[in-house]
C-alpha cells in the first residue's frame, strides 16, 4: 500500500511540472492584458460566457479569438490578480479578477492537458 501511495505522489509530481509552463504563460497574458498570448492557448473548440450576453457553446477558435480579443480592447484589460488555481487528473482551472479601465471582471479559465500543453476549454467572464 506505501509502495502505491509512493507512486501516486511521485506520478502527481512528475505531471504537475509539465504544464506549469502553460499555466504561469496564461496568467502573465491576463497579467499584461495580451489578448493574442492568451488565445493561443484555446482549444480547438470552447465554450465562452461574456458579460451580458448569451453563453456559446462549441465556439471555433478562431471565431473566438476574435470575440475575446475584441472585449480585451473594447473593456482596456491590463492586469489580473489570481484568485485560486487547481489541478485534478488532466484538468485545472484559475480563477481572478480581471482589470479594465475603472472596472474589474471575473473570470474562470477551464483547461484540458492535451497532449504535453494545456488547452483552454471555457473562459466565463462577468
Given at each position: ?5 509512493f507512486l501516486?505522489?511521485?506520478?502527481a ?22 489578448a ?31 470575440t475575446?480579443k475584441g472585449?480585451?480592447d ?53
Open positions: 500500500m506505501k509502495k502505491i501511495i501516486m505522489g511521485l506520478m509530481a512528475v505531471a504537475v511540472p509539465a504544464f506549469a509552463g502553460d499555466n504561469d504563460n496564461i496568467i502573465s497574458a491576463l497579467k499584461q492584458g495580451n493574442a498570448q492568451f488565445t493561443a492557448y484555446l482549444d480547438n473548440f470552447i465554450d465562452l460566457k461574456l458579460p451580458g450576453k448569451e453563453e456559446i457553446k462549441n465556439i471555433g477558435k478562431t471565431q473566438a479569438s476574435i475575446v472585449f480585451f473594447d473593456n482596456s484589460i491590463n492586469g489580473f490578480d489570481l484568485s485560486s488555481q487547481r489541478e485534478m487528473g488532466g484538468t485545472s482551472y484559475l480563477t481572478g479578477k480581471l482589470q479594465g479601465a475603472g472596472k474589474t471582471y471575473n473570470i474562470t479559465v477551464l483547461m484540458k492537458a492535451k497532449g504535453d500543453k494545456l488547452s483552454i476549454i471555457t473562459v466565463r467572464i462577468n
